[in-house]
């Protein structure tokens, strides 16, 4: 049993920053490796960044231009997105992921634990 709850949506202007946190109950305690997708209006989900949990490892999805940064704090079970130079076209429902591996992936078919998403809405 994986519960993962996201926090820190909400709006900002373009050029803003945001922090998004995933708080993880659970077996994700363990070794496992998380991710962060998002999904906007008639748009495919699509990877943002990932981390694995037993290391320092990082990937983010070519779109974050260094805009954005993954980390974690595995002593309160979190992990983080730091979002910055926020533009319009970052609006979207932003989830958390959990894999059942220690090793990261680029694709949602490999995550097996979920979080209700939090939305992200960026204006001009």
């Known amino acids: 049993q994986v519960q993962l709850v996201e926090s820190g949506g909400g709006l900002a202007l373009a050029g803003g920053s945001l922090s998004l946190s995933c708080a993880a109950s659970?077996?994700?305690?363990?070794?496992?490796?998380m991710g962060w997708f998002r999904q906007a209006p008639g748009k495919e989900r699509e990877f943002v960044a990932a981390?694995?949990?037993?290391?320092?490892?990082?990937y983010y999805g070519d779109f974050v231009k260094g805009r954005f940064t993954i980390s974690r704090d595995n002593a309160k079970n979190t992990v983080y997105l730091e979002m910055s130079s926020l533009k319009p076209e970052d609006t979207a429902v932003y989830y958390c992921?959990?894999?059942?591996?220690?090793?990261?992936?680029?694709?949602?078919?490999?995550?097996?634990?979920w979080g209700q998403g939090t939305q992200v809405t960026v204006s001009s």
């Open positions: 992921a959990a894999r059942t591996s220690q090793v990261p992936s680029v694709d949602s078919y490999d995550y097996n634990y």
């Open positions: 659970g077996r994700t305690f363990g070794s496992y490796a």
């Open positions: 981390i694995n949990w037993r290391g320092s490892r990082t």
